[in-house]
Structure formats: C-alpha cells, structure tokens
C-alpha cells in the first residue's frame, strides 16, 4: 500500500518561494508508482492539477503553474517535490501529492498527466497560504 506524506506548506508574502515535498513508502524500487502529481484544492472550488511527472522524469503543468512551478522526482530518495516561485494570493490552497499507475489523458495521449482520476492513492495535504 503507497503511502504518501506531504510537508513544506506554510504561509508566504506574494512573489515568494516555497517547496513542498512528498515522501512515498510502501513500495520497493523496482515497484515505485508510474505516476506522480500534485493537486490542490482551495476553498469552495474544485481540485486542480498542478504538475504530474513519470518515474522517468517526464513533466507536464497546469497552464496556472507553467513557468512559475517545478515538478521533481528523487526516485532514490522516494521524494516528491514542487518548487512554487513567484507565488500568488490565487495560489491559496490545499496541496495534495498523489501517486498511481501508468495512464494517458484522453484528450492528448500525454502520460501521466495532472488529471485526479488517474490517481489511487493520496496524502493528506499541506496547507499553503499566500497573501498580497
């Protein structure tokens, strides 16, 4: 059973800098999860992909987050993480780290793209509060 546990949320000035991170157990090396990702979910709207990554390092971003936002995997280490520069107020959520098997977006034939019903399994989130 993956178990995933976020940490590195906090609260931030706008145009500031946070990395989060995602530590994975439950698995071997040679049985890490295909697909990684980040999530988040603020307030009264729906959950949002941020960034999702293969296990070989392949990345994709939400349009919110590219150029802004790192995605990065340490496949050693069991790590997730995801470098926020340039944050903003809309920035404002709960960050969700999630891992599952191989999958395609239906729309782009992309692997392991951001999109949640890919996902089986989920940490509980850190809190990431950014004012103006």
Request: net charge neutral; glycine share 12%.
């Amino acid at each position: 059973q993956v178990q995933l546990v976020e940490s590195g949320g906090g609260s931030v000035q706008a145009g500031g800098s946070l990395r989060l991170s995602c530590a994975a157990s439950g698995y071997s090396h040679n049985d890490s999860p295909d697909c990684m990702a980040w999530f988040r979910q603020a307030p009264g709207k729906e959950r949002e992909g941020v960034a999702a990554i293969t296990r070989s390092g392949a990345a994709r971003y939400g349009d919110s987050v590219t150029g802004r936002f790192n995605i990065s995997i340490d496949n050693a280490a069991k790590t997730l993480y995801l470098q926020m520069n340039s944050l903003q107020p809309d920035d404002t959520a709960t960050y969700f780290c999630a891992a599952g098997a191989f999958f395609r977006d239906r729309a782009t034939g992309n692997l392991c793209p951001p999109i949640a019903r890919g996902y089986n399994y989920w940490g509980q989130g850190t809190q990431v509060t950014v004012s103006s």
